[in-house]
């Protein structure tokens, strides 16, 4: 058992001007399960491609797997020997069959030319009950769940032969039930010798399952613990070097009359029964786990989908959306969860990706857009934010994550809303951009705007809201006062719940 | 059961046999084995040329080079058997002109593929080059006066019956040529990996590459498959109208495109069968049979084929909406 | 490649035909003469560009404009010749050719609206939606003619498309009107930049309020409306109207585009690089013509050019990465 089969020893990478990996060494035995930890652009994804042969280390990287230093490695070596990734996307084919997708690239690298359906479906039947799972073969993989998915991409490794997993993000999108069967599958492979690397920021996850975790910042190997040794708290300093200290944060809110008021509103097989109130100046938290509901709440209270009864009140009046840009002109703004496809236009100058929800407001008489408004308005929010970019014209998709979200920011706070619903704002940020994006929140309702915050990290929502309410399978349970609720207590809720 | 309901294939056979009980009303010409033969003789070049878009829009690209490059092969074919038409045999023109084809569609496959250049604007420059060329080195001569064998292929039929006129009609071998190809094409689709590896390819590009299918290959393989079609279209063309002329098929590609798409191919690729193909082509086929056995005068033709078009697409579309998931968000479909 | 670069790169290359052109054919080329007959032949393939253009930004396309300007003008011109005697309606007919041009337009823009409707409200792609479209109007338009040409038109109509103001011909005017327009709806209404946006990321724009099926709608009732006012001009020129001119132009109307800087995937792409491509299509035209160079040839040069171009840019794009990554 105790026998590496991948290790890493001096392994650098360079681009134009930058380090993506500072002379990093690792080590993975069999038959481990080992979790590697790293903020966004700490240089996860290039020591994994690195180890999946996509992407050549800097000269004077030493490669040994199986105790052979291996040179000129590539991808098609990485999976001769038994390594395989998923990636966050899965890498399927939506328009095949489950069975087609676990064992049709098997016939590809066998060379054969024909088809054979029978045994196909036994290569991919074996595959499943290896780890204990059954899934429809004859169905598509585009109509199946994602966590049914990714069952897919593991027994599609399986087949190849695997003896070294990197499975990237795997529960991103999973419901708490999904993850623990997807936990549960990579035990059992580890029973079986199989190695498997782990990349993840749910750190309870992380620490649930892992043998040891490596821990990576700034393109550097921090250190590899063994994780009875290490606690979320402990993690999170070594991943970001600073210990996370929330400045108290002290609102007053007026109770008198709420801006948005929701009643039992319910959405089939979406959420239910959900109500509550949000006041001006107030941040509201929620939180719960994927699947819980959230952000399909949020879209209704958007106008994105229509709930199918309840009602919604804004300012006293009940409102029917029939699309987010009644509840745009009604005040109400949405940072949307998926930044990179919903809230942003990547290849567009930042400048657009701010002016867009406001174009109507900078026109003349002639119904053409003033420039100078334009310009003025642009470097306006570019400077309140400190959007950090060289010029607007540049495309957004070369700004941080940290600035990005400063721009989808400036957008929504461009409308003037009454009601802002962020949803997973700092997903994939900094820290420190992270606490500045908190800063941001803080000042927006100090002019009297209600938020509603929904984020699964739990200190984020303790610091910050004013109230946080639980959502569990579309109902809401619980409501926690911040003031007196320490974050072991809310995660243990949340843990428990069932 | 219900499954047959989720798929494409049985609208459009419930449309073609709707279709075909109205316009029996009608004219009780339309449902004779005699009508139907020769329906299906005369459609046989817009059959095998779906053969060939079948698989391109499979892959998840287009060719609406194809009446281009057939213009090509045909034109060279019919050349030879002006000057040496009795050295030659049937097997041997279509195998010239599938190879010309092949050719054709493999320069089509290295420019989309090395150049990443999107699979319309490529082919919509071949097509220009192709039929540009050809109609200046043929000086836009029709060519006809083929050697007797030729045009005596033509009339064979694999059986032979009599209507009541006396007059003898059959199951053309045209038409067995264009069903071998169908055949051909649905073994390689269902039950080779090259057939399989083209749908993963137009199912994810990328997860196909990751997955270390030969992307190159398989962009060969479906356009020099399109072309190779081309090719046996032409022949079939010159056998059908015993001339050939350099503009008589450049025009009709997107009739052709649009018969495929009927029977369920989608232009984003992954999804078709030669099933749903041969239904397509047999609507158009149908359609016009039947506006003529109907007395609409010929030139209402184009209007009902771009109605069939778009209802019948359109309906596809907005099936396929409705049954989606009940994700919420409006679908990144990037055109 | 940023903007400035590409319009100085299309400068370059105008010039460069320029003197190529003018050196294969001498004195022939530089003559007024030869300026004005490509400032009369350019407008309308200029003009139905543009109707090309606007939707290749929304990251679709319009196989149907040519069909759509083949359909208005059959209709303008069975209005004209419905045997109403012009000189009733005014000077030259003005009058007739006034209705007869507003009902071409209606009809071009009315085909637009259902193209855009098909795109955006059911969801059809644009390639199907105007491909079914497109052989839809081009049957409607054998019916109405049979096949046959309709020709003869008043006066007041063949100014249009044969006069000039000041030397400079009316269709060159019409053409740059056009171009004008679009630049400016374009580059300075909010609607030109939500048509950029869209053709981008469509799902950040529904987020973020834009109304994407308004959008999609006024881009492809714009682009018949243009297709009807292309009609206006070629029908003049030729003094006639068929269901089938200018079948070629779709091959170049895509080239003229993809040239002038528009990118294939849509969000980009600006009028003055549209024009500039286009001047530099015609002096070729002009100058092979002159050279005495077949139509096909030309037609298969188009081709190889378009290609080129393409392979050129991607070069060009691989360079970049390769620069960034190092």
């Given amino acids: 058992m105790a026998e590496p089969f991948l290790t890493l020893k001096n392994v650098s990478k360079h681009y134009a001007g930058v380090t993506a990996l500072d002379n990093v060494n690792f080590e993975i035995f069999k038959g481990e399960i080992h979790c590697l930890v790293g903020e966004n652009g700490s240089g996860k994804s290039t020591m994994i491609k690195i180890i999946a042969g996509t992407v050549p280390p800097d000269p004077g990287a030493i490669i040994q797997i199986e105790g052979q230093t291996v040179h000129g490695f590539h991808a098609i070596d990485a999976i001769h020997r038994g390594i395989q990734v998923i990636y966050q996307d899965l890498s399927l084919f939506p328009n095949l069959t489950v069975a087609e997708n676990i064992a049709l690239g098997q016939f590809v690298a066998a060379g054969s030319k024909m088809i054979n359906w029978k045994e196909l479906r036994q290569i991919a039947e074996r595959a499943m009950a290896r780890i204990n799972i059954r899934l429809p073969l004859d169905a598509l993989v585009g109509e199946i769940s994602i966590a049914d998915q990714q069952l897919v991409a593991i027994c599609r490794a399986l087949v190849h032969g695997v003896k070294l997993l990197i499975m990237d993000e795997p529960t991103a999108s999973l419901t708490r039930k999904e993850v623990n069967a997807l936990l549960s599958v990579a035990l059992d492979m580890r029973s079986k010798g199989i190695s498997i690397i782990f990349v993840s920021h749910k750190l309870n996850e992380v620490l649930q399952i892992a043998d040891r975790v490596s821990v990576i910042r700034d393109g550097k190997i921090v250190g590899t613990y063994p994780s009875t040794e290490l606690n979320t708290e402990k993690l999170t300093h070594l991943m970001t070097g600073k210990k996370l200290e929330y400045k108290p944060f002290v609102r007053i809110v007026n109770q008198e009359k709420p801006v948005l008021e929701v009643h039992q509103l319910s959405k089939r097989s979406q959420y239910r029964d959900i109500s509550f109130k949000l006041y001006p100046g107030e941040i509201l938290g929620i939180t719960g786990l994927l699947g819980s509901g959230r952000t399909e709440l949020a879209l209704s209270l958007f106008g994105v989908t229509s709930p199918d009864s309840g009602e919604i009140l804004f300012e006293g009046q009940p409102v029917k959306f029939r699309s987010n840009r009644d509840a745009m002109g009604m005040g109400i703004g949405y940072v949307p969860e998926d930044r990179l496809v919903q809230g942003l236009i990547m290849n567009q100058s930042v400048g657009k990706n701010i002016a867009i929800t406001t174009l109507d407001n900078l026109v003349n008489h002639f119904g053409l857009i003033d420039r100078n408004k334009l310009r003025n308005t642009i470097h306006r929010w570019v400077e309140n934010l400190a959007i950090k970019v060289p010029s607007v014209e540049s495309p957004v998709q070369t700004l941080s994550g940290g600035n990005q979200q400063r721009v989808v920011l400036s957008k929504w706070i461009a409308t003037n809303p009454k009601v802002l619903i962020l949803d997973g704002p700092t997903i994939g940020i900094d820290v420190a951009a992270k606490f500045a994006i908190h800063e941001i929140i803080r000042n927006l309702v100090k002019q009297g705007i209600a938020i509603i915050l929904i984020s699964d990290e739990i200190p984020e929502v303790l610091n910050n809201a004013n109230r946080v309410l639980v959502m569990h399978k579309g109902r809401l349970v619980a409501e926690f006062d911040p003031s007196n609720t320490s974050p072991d207590e809310l995660q243990n809720f949340m843990d428990t719940i069932e | 059961m219900k499954k047959i309901f989720s798929y494409h294939e049985t609208y459009v056979l419930i449309a073609v046999v709707i279709l075909s009980i109205v316009i029996t009303l009608v004219n009780p010409d339309f449902l004779t084995l005699e009508n139907l033969f020769g329906l299906l003789r005369s459609y046989a070049l817009m059959g095998t040329f779906a053969v060939g878009v079948l698989f391109v829009l499979i892959s998840g690209g287009i060719d609406i080079s194809f009446t281009a ?54 082919t919509i420059a071949t097509m220009n080059i192709y039929y540009g060329i050809l109609t200046v080195l043929s000086q836009g001569k029709w060519l006809y006066g083929f050697p007797q064998w030729f045009s005596d292929f033509a009339e064979i039929n694999v059986f032979t019956l009599t209507n009541r006129g006396g007059t ?28 399989r590896s083209v749908y993963a390819m137009g199912g994810n590009m990328a997860s196909a590459h990751r997955a270390g299918f030969n992307l190159m290959g398989l962009h060969l393989f479906v356009y020099s498959s399109m072309g190779f079609m081309a090719g046996i279209a032409s ?20 009739d052709v495109i649009a018969a495929v798409v009927l029977g369920g191919a989608s232009l984003s690729g992954g999804t078709g069968s030669m099933f749903g193909t041969f239904l397509g082509v047999s609507l158009i086929a149908i359609l016009g049979n039947g506006l003529t056995l109907m007395h609409v005068p010929s030139f209402w033709y184009k209007v009902f084929i771009g109605l069939t078009i778009l209802l019948s697409v359109g309906a596809s579309t907005y099936r396929r909406r409705l049954f989606s998931r009940q994700r919420v968000i409006i679908e990144e479909e990037v055109r | 490649m940023s903007k400035a670069s590409e319009f100085s790169v299309l400068l370059l290359v105008l010039i460069g035909v320029l003197v190529l052109m003018s050196l294969l054919n001498g004195s022939n080329f530089l003559s007024l003469n030869n300026f004005q007959s490509m400032a009369f032949q350019m407008p309308e393939l200029g003009i139905l560009s543009l109707a090309m253009m606007i939707t290749m930004l929304t990251s679709g396309i319009n196989l149907s404009i040519i069909a759509t300007a083949n359909l208005a003008g059959i ?159 070629m029908i003049s020129r030729f003094n006639s109207a068929k269901a089938d001119y200018g079948e070629s132009y779709l091959l170049l109307t895509v080239l003229a585009s993809v040239l002038g800087g528009v990118s294939a995937a ?59 990554m190092t």
């Fill in chain 2, 168 to 195: 003898p009609y059959g199951f053309s071998l045209i038409t067995l040529i264009w069903f071998a190809a169908m055949l051909l094409g649905w073994f390689i689709l269902r039950y080779t990996i090259i057939g």
């Fill in chain 3, 75 to 233: 209709i303008m011109a069975m209005i004209m010749t419905s045997g109403i005697a012009p000189e009733t309606t005014g000077p030259g007919g003005v009058g007739l050719v006034l209705i007869a041009i507003i009902a071409g337009l209606f009809v071009s823009t009315l085909v637009g609206v259902l193209n855009g409707a098909l795109i955006a409200f059911v969801d059809m792609s644009p390639i199907l939606a105007t491909l079914g479209t497109m052989i839809m109007v081009s049957g409607i338009a054998i019916v109405l003619t049979k096949g046959y040409v309709i020709s003869g038109f008043p006066v007041a109509m063949q100014v249009i498309g044969n006069g000039n103001v000041g030397g400079i011909p009316v269709p060159i005017l019409i053409f740059l009107a056009c171009a004008s327009i679009m630049g400016v709806i374009l580059q300075h209404t909010p609607l030109g930049m939500r048509i950029y946006l869209i053709g981008s990321n469509p799902v950040a724009c529904h987020y973020s309020g834009v109304n994407n099926r308004s959008v999609i709608l006024r881009t492809y009732l714009i682009s018949g409306l243009y297709s009807g006012i292309a009609s206006v001009v």
């Fill in chain 2, 69 to 122: 490059i057939a213009t090509i092969t045909g034109y060279t074919v019919a050349v030879l058997l002006l000057k040496a038409g009795d050295k030659l045999n049937i097997v041997l023109i279509f195998l010239i002109a599938g190879l010309i084809g092949v050719a054709l569609g493999m320069i089509n496959a290295a420019i989309i593929y090395f150049f990443r250049i999107p699979s319309i604007i490529t």
């Fill in chain 3, 266 to 324: 849509g969000g980009f792409g600006r009028v003055s690089g549209l024009v500039l491509a286009l001047i530099i299509l015609q002096m070729i035209s002009s100058g092979l013509n002159l050279m005495g160079v077949s139509n096909f040839l030309t037609i298969a040069l188009w081709g190889m050019v378009l290609i080129f171009v393409m392979v050129v840019k991607y070069l060009i794009e691989r360079y970049q990465e390769r620069r960034y």
């Fill in chain 2, 235 to 254: 022949v079939i063309q010159a056998l059908l109208v015993q001339t050939v002329a350099p503009n008589a098929l450049v025009g009709k590609e997107l």
